[in-house]
């Protein structure tokens, strides 16, 4: 028994050395956010948001107050981000979350924060049951998967044909997506998928996939997967041989800047929907792809950097709006007002593809922001890709909703 | 017919690349007497310096291959001379102590993965390699790339053959993988000769690395999946066996494929576990009855 | 030729042998004897470098071995061959005395010592291509002792070269030993195999727990029948095998 | 020199407790171990009751992982299967079948102890690295069938699985997730304490010093192998439920990847393998340190990997070893200075 008890005061000690993080402060706004840092974009967006906020701090701050903005890698797992989202709100006492990237962690945060009382806002999160699960501390900046199916689903049906294959990789996103357009294939054109594959995440090898889609003569191929997983397997599409005439359509993260550099020329005729095109004629979005071009050294910025920058100005515009005491006591009262505001973003008009509004219930129609998905599909190649924008949709505000 | 000719000729340009890396495996196995769990690293490392030669050093595809062979067999020396010798010295078996080697190796690959990540970046890279047109069989598309991937394949194993059984280099580390205090004896500089092993077999998996980039791009999470379909290659083909290596990696790779094609497409990385564990459990030797070391 | 004084070696923590001391004068044979687990096999696993020497002293000609590594004790001479069941089964028995030859880069001396292995056992050219492994296990006995000589040795050390044989055999590979011996070359005979090894040693050590016990030339060793039947267990039944 | 007499003070107390009665020292440690939340988040905040409950989780994995690999000698690195089929059990019958968690817990142990038998069986013919490997393919093998299975949660994960709840008392926060599964794993600890000291846990440490000479004394390796696959699996088993359980309730398939397996492999090394306090040391430790190095995220795994890496080269005793090598010097110069004390 001698060992047990010298194992409680080591653990005693041990607890004894940890740091205390810093404690309220007055006057600043703590923000947590937590997303999938390893990556190269992932690393380039959070890197833009902390910007941001560092500018918005620069220029005078937010009615006086400073932004503190802490950012924690959840590698896209689910357990970490919410760790991560737990140290946010019982050890860094934030007004407000921001996270994460991955649908499959935005998940399980919802019903962190919404029982916790902390608003959470979503950068690039689709999956639809994000906003169904009715938790009213939760916003979503990014266009939600099951309006994308809609939009691919018509245009497919109408001028492709219906006769679709789908791969579908195991991230929460990406399932979403394959799941939602079959769905709207079967309610808008009665058709059947002509063959389902589920594959891994990171899966390197589509050719028999793609050998049985090719014996199947279909009219297009769905591929719903994250981008490099996406890219892999549009070039191995055409090494198994299924040439140019059957078209393929991706899902939303098509968007992301991996796709055309690793497909290179497979990528051309691919269109799939999402919040914002680099092809944008808008003069806002030339001057947000030059800065991102300047800044972050990126050739075009995805969708992906389009909805975080709409979120920091979202955020902002909430923040001037709420009535912040943020003194120790407040620390509720705040997160509520801070909530209320952003509830209260109404035709907010910026990046995205079409105005983003909230509003207090906890609904889906309240809480998906945007509901204007764009199609897109891409011209060129490589790193110096080029994309064109088919259509401008905006859905209304019931669809696809039981 | 036409698709299952597919699907074999899919199997094979995949299975090559997964008895490239068994072969690395099985050296390493009879010359250390470990099973090397860090491997798939090495030879993700192989395809990242790979492709720094094509690309930024631009030279031509065949010598991008043969340098990151020499680079990666010379880190592979280290990492064996600075971590592993420590415990290898230490007695090979698998009792408490040699689960050391398993955890270490484990371990090693964490390491490696995040310097990768630290120097080259989290994306996938396009590993573009102009081959030309591919060649057409009827329906069938055979692109140039699978054939080079295959010939490559061959001259690996052949040159390997060559130097394992014609030069006396290739005898002293025949003669250190059988017996080390024997060799020892005979003057063999054993330490040398474990380091030369592993080096070799670093340079064949930075071969594999470089042969798959074209076809599935160079990313550094690409080590794991390779490796658990290189150890079935190894299994399957008989721990310690060189061509047994090779033919056990075209098996699991003709076997994955017709498993993902008349099967089930969804499971296709299970079924190189399952003949991984089918083959452990009924015929830990191998299939194909070559001798082989197997451990008490 | 060699001298080994004081010498204290064992496994881990145990020690094995405690305070050794042999000599053997070049050209000569001699032989050390004892039975089993009395530490002659650590003795040569100390002389090639195979164990640590904890103290004391290994001298070949003159200058300290002890401690070098294996491969450079080779280089210098000491060659030391295994018993017959350590051969590369999964080699061929050419390779196998390639094996031997590692040290060596002159094509002509090997191929002349090659020459000379397989005039010493024949048996080893009509199998040169055949796998170590089917050999019988006298065959496999030669082939290390081939291999042995391969590396153009100034001394070999033999360990148990008569270990499970049949006495024809045992007098084959003796009477080359003797034959090897007077081409020159130094031979220390670590045998259980009293009366034989006393028949061909000029000298010998009879060691027990790790100390050398009595040592004295063959002739008055072999005269001593106390000697053999006090101290060496094994004697019994290879006394019965000389007989049979 | 304070903190060792305090520590030998308070072993000694308990050495008479256990005298007493063997169970004592539990229940005192339960008491003890009472208030900690309340300790916790007094001295830093509600975050940290959440990672006590993480630790509590992790010291059922690793000591279960430290069952089978550091008593009875099986190399396995398929725990995390284990751990992802315990969690898809209790979620499964949870939200699908409506059980409570005092149904899903037990049915948890089950299923996994029955998967414990899968990976146990190919130990009876493979040793080291091969059942390393068997165990990995069996492991990943789980978690890539729960990914491509809609109905095992899929990429979509499972969620929506309900906090345990007792007479009318719902587990739905940390603090009270702390008092279910604190006691939890001190009866895990407590088990593998009887487990060693039993016959079984001798059989299984005589299995791993020498497997033939055990068979040779008689005793059933293949049947203790088994038992030692089967109750780690167990505690695998449980610790999935109490994961799959605890506030959001939501699982995913890469909770259970091979990243996690090398988080364990870490947690029982940096503890001691086969050390009895080993796994709980390591988890406490690596989640502590996991935690305080968040900010620190593109260099986390290099920590890990080349600790691990350093552990097993110049401490592969870990820290219980260290313990371990303490107590006995310091038992010898206390016979000492007593044997001292008796002549003078």
Redesign the interface.
């Known amino acids: 028994?001698?060992?047990?008890?010298?194992?409680?005061?080591?653990?005693a000690l041990?607890?004894g050395v940890?740091?205390?993080h810093t404690s309220a402060v007055a006057g600043t706004i703590r923000i947590g956010a937590t997303m999938r840092?390893?990556s190269e974009n992932g690393q380039k967006y959070g890197q833009m948001v902390a910007d941001e906020f560092d500018l918005i701090n620069k220029n005078g701050g937010i009615n006086g107050n400073t932004i503190e903005l802490s950012l924690?890698?959840d590698?896209?797992?689910?357990?970490k981000g919410?760790?991560?989202a737990?140290?946010f709100?019982?050890?860094q006492?934030v007004h407000l979350i921001i996270g994460s990237t991955c649908?499959?962690v935005s998940?399980?945060?919802?019903?962190?924060t919404a029982?916790a009382r902390v608003p959470q806002i979503i950068p690039h999160s689709t999956?639809a049951?994000i906003t169904q699960k009715g938790s009213a501390w939760v916003f979503r900046v990014p266009v939600s998967g099951r309006y994308y199916a809609g939009v691919n689903a018509k245009y497919t049906g109408e001028n492709i044909g219906t006769k679709i294959a789908y791969i579908c990789?195991?991230?929460?996103a990406?399932?979403?997506d394959c799941d939602a357009m079959q769905d709207q294939m079967r309610r808008q054109f009665n058709a059947e998928p002509a063959y389902v594959a589920?594959?891994?995440?990171k899966e390197v090898d589509f050719r028999t996939h793609m050998l049985k889609i090719k014996s199947a003569n279909v009219d297009g191929i769905m591929i719903a997967a994250l981008a490099e997983t996406m890219s892999r397997a549009l070039l191995q599409s055409y090494e198994a041989g299924i040439g140019k005439s059957v078209r393929r359509i991706g899902s939303s993260s098509a968007s992301n800047a991996p796709v055309p550099k690793i497909a290179g020329d497979a990528v051309l005729g691919v269109f799939y929907t999402a919040a914002y095109a680099a092809a944008d004629k808008r003069p806002i979005a030339q001057l947000f792809n030059q800065m991102v071009r300047d800044k972050y050294g990126i050739h075009a910025p995805d969708h992906d950097f389009s909805q975080a920058y709409d979120l920091v100005r979202i955020v902002e515009i909430a923040l001037h709006r709420a009535n912040l005491n943020l003194s120790d006591g407040s620390l509720a009262a705040d997160r509520t007002a801070i909530r209320d505001a952003i509830a209260s973003v109404d035709g907010y008009r910026g990046l995205a593809s079409g105005p983003i509004s909230f509003c207090a219930a906890p609904t889906p129609q309240c809480r998906d922001g945007n509901k204007t998905p764009v199609l897109i599909h891409y011209t060129k190649g490589g790193e110096e890709f080029e994309t064109e924008v088919l259509a401008r949709v905006p859905m209304p505000i019931n669809f696809g909703l039981e | 017919m036409e698709a299952l000719l597919g699907f074999l000729i899919f199997g094979v340009t995949i299975g090559v690349v997964y008895g490239i890396v068994a072969l690395g495996i099985s050296l390493i196995?009879t010359g250390l007497d470990?099973?090397h769990?860090a491997h798939g690293e090495i030879y993700m490392f192989g395809a990242f310096l790979g492709l720094v030669f094509a690309h930024q050093y631009n030279v031509p595809y065949w010598l991008a291959i043969l340098c990151a062979m020499i680079v990666t067999g010379l880190l592979g020396i280290v990492i064996e001379r600075v971590?592993y010798r420590?415990?290898t010295r230490a007695g090979g078996?698998?009792?408490?102590?040699?689960?050391?080697?398993?955890?270490?190796g484990?371990?090693?690959?964490?390491?490696?993965?995040?310097?990768a990540?630290?120097i080259w970046g989290a994306d996938a890279e396009p590993f573009p390699v102009n081959f030309g047109m591919p060649y057409q069989i009827g329906e069938i598309f055979l692109p140039k790339s699978y054939v080079a991937t295959a010939v490559a394949a061959l001259v690996l194993m052949g040159g390997l053959h060559v130097f394992l059984k014609k030069t006396k280099i290739g005898l002293a580390v025949r003669a250190v993988a059988q017996n080390k205090d024997i060799a020892f004896l005979m003057g063999i500089n054993v330490p040398l000769m474990i380091s030369l092993i592993f080096g070799v077999a670093c340079a064949i998996a930075a071969a594999a690395g470089v042969l798959i980039g074209p076809m599935q791009s160079v990313q550094v999470e690409m080590g794991?999946l390779m490796l658990?379909k290189a150890?079935?290659a190894a299994?399957v083909g008989g721990?310690g066996s060189l061509p047994g290596a090779i033919l056990g990696g075209l098996l699991v790779g003709i076997f994955e494929n017709l498993g993902a094609a008349y099967i089930s497409g969804?499971?296709k990385?299970?079924y190189a576990?399952?003949l991984?564990?089918l083959v452990?459990?009924f015929r830990?030797q191998g299939l194909f009855g070559v001798e082989a070391k197997?451990?008490? | 030729m060699l001298e080994v004084r004081d010498l204290q070696t064992g496994y881990g923590r145990i020690k094995i042998l405690d305070g050794v001391n042999v000599s053997v004068a070049g050209g000569s044979i001699v032989t050390v004897l004892g039975g089993n687990g009395t530490g002659k096999s650590t003795l040569l696993k100390a002389l090639s470098g195979l164990i640590p020497v904890w103290d004391g002293e290994i001298l070949f000609d003159g200058e300290s071995i002890a401690n070098l590594r294996p491969d450079r004790i080779v280089n210098r001479g000491l060659i030391q061959v295994t018993q017959g069941k350590e051969a590369y089964p999964a080699m061929t028995v050419e390779e196998n005395l390639m094996v031997g030859a590692f040290t060596r880069s002159d094509k002509q001396g090997i191929r002349r010592d090659l020459d000379k292995v397989y005039d010493y056992f024949p048996a080893l050219q009509e199998r040169r291509r055949q796998l170590s492994g089917t050999l019988s296990g006298g065959e496999v006995q030669m082939l290390v002792i081939g291999r042995g000589l391969m590396a153009n040795p100034r001394m070999l050390m033999l360990d148990e070269p008569s270990a499970a044989l049949a006495p024809q055999v045992v007098l084959n590979i003796f009477a080359n030993v003797y034959r090897i011996s007077q081409s020159g070359v130094t031979i220390l005979l670590v045998e259980q195999n009293v009366r034989m090894a006393l028949l061909l040693a000029g000298y010998g050590y009879i060691i027990r727990d790790g100390r050398v016990l009595i040592e004295g030339p063959a002739e008055e060793l072999s005269g001593d029948e106390s000697v053999k039947l006090s101290y060496l267990g094994g004697t019994v039944a290879s006394r019965e095998q000389m007989s049979s | 020199m304070n903190?060792v007499v305090?520590?030998?003070g308070?072993?000694?107390?308990?050495?008479r407790?256990?005298r007493t009665h063997p169970l004592l020292?539990w229940l005192l440690?339960i008491v003890?171990l009472l208030p900690l939340p309340l300790i916790?988040s007094g001295?830093?905040?509600?975050?940290?009751v959440?990672l006590a409950n993480?630790i509590c989780i992790f010291i059922m994995l690793s000591v279960g992982l430290n069952i089978v690999?550091?008593f009875c000698?099986q190399?396995t690195?398929g725990h995390v299967g284990l751990y992802a089929i315990g969690a898809v059990t209790a979620a499964i019958l949870s939200t699908n079948f409506g059980f409570s968690f005092w149904m899903t817990l037990p049915a948890a142990i089950f299923i996994a102890g029955l998967a414990g038998v899968v990976v146990g069986?190919?130990s009876f013919?493979?040793?080291?690295?091969?059942l390393?490997?068997?165990t990995?393919?069996?492991g990943?093998?789980v978690r890539?069938?729960i990914?491509?299975t809609p109905y095992l949660g899929?990429?979509?994960?499972l969620?929506g699985i309900p906090a345990p709840s007792a007479f009318g008392f719902t587990f739905?926060?940390?603090t009270r997730y702390y008092y279910l599964v604190m006691p939890i794993a001190l009866v895990g600890i407590y088990l593998s304490f009887a487990i060693l000291r039993s016959a079984t846990g001798r059989a299984f440490q005589a299995i791993?010093?020498d497997?033939i000479a055990a068979a040779a004394a008689g005793i059933n390796v293949r049947k203790y192998k088994l038992l030692a696959f089967v109750i780690s699996a167990m505690y695998a088993g449980c610790a999935g439920a109490m994961?799959a359980h605890m506030?959001?309730?939501?699982?995913?398939?890469?909770?259970f990847?091979?990243?996690e397996?090398?988080t364990l492999?870490?947690m029982i090394?940096l503890g001691g393998?086969?050390h009895?306090?080993g796994g709980?040391?390591g988890a406490?430790?690596v989640t502590?340190i996991y935690?305080?190095t968040?900010?620190f995220?593109?260099?986390?795994?290099?920590l890990?990997?080349?600790?691990?890496?350093l552990l097993?080269?110049f401490m592969?005793q870990g820290i219980g070893g260290l313990?371990d090598r303490y107590?006995v010097t310091q038992r010898f110069i206390d016979a000492r200075r007593e044997a001292g004390d008796g002549t003078s």
């Open positions: 028994m001698k060992m047990f008890s010298r194992g409680l005061v080591s653990t041990i607890a940890l740091v205390v840092m390893i924690l890698n590698e896209c797992k689910s357990d919410v760790a991560n737990n140290k709100i019982h050890e006492k649908s499959s998940l399980p945060i919802v019903d962190v029982q999956n049951k990789a195991a991230d929460a990406s399932q979403n589920q594959v891994q995440e | 196995y470990i099973v769990f971590f420590r415990l078996g698998y009792t408490v102590a040699g689960m050391g080697m398993i955890i270490c484990f371990g090693m690959s964490v390491v490696l993965q995040n310097i990540f630290l794991y658990m150890f079935a299994v721990f969804s499971h990385d299970i576990f399952l991984l564990i452990l459990m830990p197997v451990k008490a | 903190l305090t520590l030998q308070v072993g000694g107390f308990f050495g407790m256990e020292p440690a003890a916790l001295l830093f905040n509600d975050y940290y959440y993480r690999k550091g000698g190399v690195v069986v190919p013919r493979l040793e080291g690295a091969y390393a490997l068997a990995l393919g069996l990943e093998s890539i069938m990914s491509v899929s990429s979509t994960g969620g739905d926060n940390f791993r010093e497997t994961f506030r959001p309730g939501y699982i995913h398939h890469n909770n990847t091979i990243i397996m090398v492999l870490l090394v393998i086969g009895v306090w709980v040391i406490i430790i502590i935690d305080q968040k900010d995220y593109f260099y986390q795994p290099l890990f990997g080349s600790s691990m890496v097993v080269i592969p313990i107590i």
